[in-house]
C-alpha cells in the first residue's frame, strides 16, 4: 500500500503544485477499490482512487466526462495515470443520503433530499443515454432478459441454493425465463445507474452528487427508482415510496415532455422491485456467507423483511408458481431467525474481557476462573514499532491506526477474528454463560494488540450489545 500512496502523490503532484498534507485511506465497503483523501495545504481535498480493474477504471472515467458534459452532478475527474490504475477526482465530503437519513430520521429535510435525488436521476438517465457508448460498459451492454436471468441466477446460487429449501430446479428455471421476458418488453429504456442506492448519493451543501454508477448500462427507467427507495438499510415508509414513485414518474414526464402510462408502469416497476430485492439478496449472500464479511451478514434479516412486505403487498403482473411457492418458504420466519443477530438485553449476565497485552510479560490470568477463552497472536502483521516514527505512538493514536489499516493484513486478520468470536458470543449469550476472556498479544503490547482489541471491543458492543470490559495491561512504558 505504500507503493500505491507514493503513486498517488506523483499523480496528484502531476497536475496540482499545492503541498499535500496527509493521505488516508476510506473504509472499504463491498468492492475491491480503494479510496483515499487527499488533504492540501491549502484546505482543499480530493478523492484519490485505486484498483487493478483497468476496465472498470476505464468505464467510470468515460462515463464521468459524457456526464458531465451534460451538467449532470458528477465528480470532475482531474488525472490518471499511465497504468490506469489510479485516478484523483472531485471530493463531495464523507456524507451520504443514508447518512442524512440516520442522522435526522424521515423529515421533510430527508423527504427534500429524495426528491432532489430523483429528480437528478431521470435528468442523467434520460439525457444521459443520448450519445452514450454503451460498448464501454464493464459487463452487457443492456440490462434486457439475458442480464435479467443473470441477476436470478445470482441470487439462486449464492443465497437461495444456502438455505437448503427444495425446489423443482427445472420449474424455478422455467420461471425465470418467463419474468425476464415479461421485464423486458418495457416502454421506457435509458441509461441504469445499476446501483442507484443512498450510499453512492453523497450531500453537499443541501445539493446531491452521483458516485459509483461504473456497472452502468442501458436498461428500464424503474431499476434505478427501485434500488434507491426499496433499499433495506434506508427503511423508507409505503407512503415515501409511493409519493416519491409519483414524483419521480412526475419528472420523467417532463423532460420527455410526454405523459407516462403510469398503470404498466408501476406494474413493470413492481417486477424490478422484486429483482433488485433479490440481487440485493445473492450480494448479501456472497459477500457475508461466502467472503464471511460479517457487515453484510447484518443486512440479510432487513432484506428478507423487506421482501416479505412487498410479496405480501405488491403484484409483479405475471404468475411464475414455482418461484412464488419458494419465495413464500424464503420469507418464513424460520428463515430470518437463522440471520438475526442475537442482542444482549440489561438482564444478560455476559461479561466480555478483552484485554492487549506483551507476550514478553505473559499471557494474562483469567480471575473469572472460567478457565480462560481466546489469545490471538498479532504477531504476524507488520509491527509499527519497527519504524522511528511509530516508536512513541500507540494504537490507540491515529498515524499507528492508518498504519495497519492500510499497509499491513491486521483488516484481513480481524475479519477473521470476528468471524471466530461471534459464534462464541452469540452462543453464551443464548445460554446465560457470565463470561468471556479475550486476548490479544504482540511484542510489547503497545501497537498491534492495543489497536486489534480496541476494533474487537468496538465490533462486539455494535453487533451484540454485550457488555465489554477493555483493558491495555502493559502501559507503563508508553503513552496515548
Known amino acids: 500500500m505504500k507503493a500505491v500512496i507514493e503513486s498517488i502523490e506523483q499523480l496528484f503532484q502531476s497536475f496540482n503544485n499545492v503541498n499535500i498534507n496527509s493521505i488516508e485511506?476510506?473504509?472499504?465497503?463491498?468492492?475491491?477499490?480503494?479510496?483515499?483523501?487527499?488533504e492540501t495545504k491549502d484546505s482543499k481535498s480530493y478523492i484519490a482512487t485505486y484498483s487493478k480493474n483497468v476496465k472498470e477504471n476505464n468505464t467510470f472515467i468515460i462515463f464521468t466526462k459524457h456526464f458531465k458534459k451534460i451538467n449532470c452532478p458528477v465528480p470532475e475527474i482531474y488525472a490518471v495515470d499511465k497504468a490506469q490504475t489510479t485516478y484523483i477526482q472531485q471530493d463531495f465530503g464523507s456524507t451520504s443520503l443514508l447518512d442524512k437519513l440516520e442522522q435526522n430520521g424521515h423529515n421533510d429535510y430527508v423527504y427534500s433530499l429524495f426528491e432532489k435525488s430523483l429528480k437528478a436521476l431521470a435528468y442523467l438517465q434520460i439525457n444521459g443515454d443520448v450519445s452514450m457508448d454503451y460498448t464501454q460498459c464493464i459487463t452487457s451492454q443492456k440490462f434486457g432478459k439475458q442480464a435479467i436471468v443473470s441477476?436470478?441466477?445470482?441470487?439462486?446460487?449464492?443465497f437461495l441454493d444456502t438455505l437448503k429449501i427444495p425446489y423443482d430446479k427445472e420449474k424455478l428455471i422455467e420461471d425465470f425465463e418467463a419474468l425476464s421476458t415479461y421485464l423486458s418488453r418495457v416502454d421506457h429504456t435509458y441509461f441504469m445507474f445499476r446501483d442507484f442506492q443512498s450510499r453512492n448519493i453523497m450531500v453537499k451543501d443541501d445539493k446531491v452528487y452521483f458516485i459509483d454508477y461504473q456497472g452502468g448500462m442501458k436498461g428500464a427507467l424503474q431499476y434505478d427508482v427501485a434500488s434507491l427507495?426499496?433499499?433495506?438499510?434506508?427503511?423508507?415508509?409505503?407512503?415515501?415510496?409511493?409519493?416519491?414513485l409519483e414524483y419521480y414518474i412526475t419528472c420523467v414526464e417532463e423532460i420527455l415532455e410526454k405523459p407516462v402510462d403510469k398503470i404498466r408502469f408501476v406494474a413493470q416497476y413492481n417486477g424490478y422491485v422484486l429483482i433488485r430485492l433479490l440481487q440485493v439478496l445473492g450480494a448479501y449472500g456472497f459477500r457475508g456467507l461466502f467472503e464471511r464479511k460479517a457487515h453484510f451478514?447484518?443486512?440479510?434479516?432487513?432484506?428478507l423483511k423487506n421482501i416479505r412486505w412487498f410479496i405480501q403487498n405488491k403484484q409483479i403482473g405475471i404468475h411464475v408458481p414455482e418461484f412464488e411457492r419458494m419465495l413464500t418458504l424464503m420469507i418464513s420466519e424460520e428463515v430470518i431467525q437463522q440471520f438475526e443477530n442475537v442482542k444482549a438485553t440489561a438482564d444478560t449476565p455476559l461479561l466480555v474481557t478483552i484485554n492487549s497485552f506483551s507476550y514478553k510479560k505473559g499471557i494474562p490470568a483469567d480471575v473469572s476462573e472460567n478457565g480462560?477463552?481466546?489469545?490471538?497472536?498479532?504477531r504476524g502483521i507488520l509491527n509499527p514499532g519497527r519504524f522511528e516514527g511509530y516508536k512513541t505512538k500507540c494504537?490507540?493514536?491515529?498515524?499507528?491506526?492508518?498504519?495497519?489499516?492500510?499497509?499491513?493484513?491486521?483488516?484481513?486478520?480481524?475479519?477473521?477474528?470476528?468471524?471466530?468470536?461471534?459464534i462464541s458470543v452469540a452462543d453464551y449469550i443464548k445460554r446465560d454463560f457470565k463470561n468471556l476472556m479475550i486476548n490479544f498479544g504482540c511484542t510489547g503490547g503497545q501497537h498491534r494488540s492495543v489497536y486489534a482489541a480496541e476494533a474487537l471491543a468496538r465490533h462486539l458492543k455494535n453487533k451484540f450489545k454485550v457488555k465489554v470490559n477493555l483493558t491495555h495491561i502493559n502501559t507503563s512504558n508508553w503513552l496515548c
Open 151 to 158: 441477476d436470478l441466477l445470482y441470487f439462486k446460487y449464492y
Open 372 to 378: 480462560g477463552g481466546f489469545v490471538f497472536d498479532c
Open 25 to 38: 485511506k476510506i473504509p472499504q465497503s463491498g468492492s475491491d477499490r480503494v479510496y483515499f483523501r487527499i
Open 395 to 422: 494504537g490507540l493514536d491515529k498515524p499507528v491506526k492508518d498504519f495497519l489499516e492500510q499497509q499491513t493484513d491486521m483488516p484481513v486478520f480481524l475479519n477473521s477474528v470476528y468471524n471466530i468470536v461471534d
Open 297 to 303: 451478514l447484518t443486512s440479510i434479516p432487513l432484506a
Open 229 to 244: 427507495l426499496w433499499q433495506a438499510k434506508a427503511e423508507l415508509s409505503d407512503e415515501w415510496k409511493s409519493s416519491l
